[in-house]
């Protein structure tokens, strides 16, 4: 038993396997370095970084600050 009904060429079965990677974002990293290769430079500009980058916030909920207290390890 073979996973297509009739069986296909070689050719037709690599170029489902490659249409299926290509739409499960499966990519080799010869095919990123090639698409980088290729696409626009990032720039070096100061004036086109952003200002301030805002920090990420961490919040630490109640169950988390009872633990830490009694393993008298203060989230302040």
Known sequence: MTP???LASPTDM????QA???NLGLESRL????RSAVGPVPS????????EVPKREIRVSDAAA???NALH???D
């Open 20 to 22: 299926a990677g290509r």
């Open 66 to 68: 009872r633990i830490a």
């Open 4 to 6: 297509y009904e009739d």
């Open 31 to 34: 095919e990123q370095a090639a």
């Open 44 to 51: 070096i500009h100061f004036d086109e970084f952003p200002r």
């Open 14 to 17: 690599a170029a489902d396997c």
């Open 73 to 75: 390890l203060h989230l």
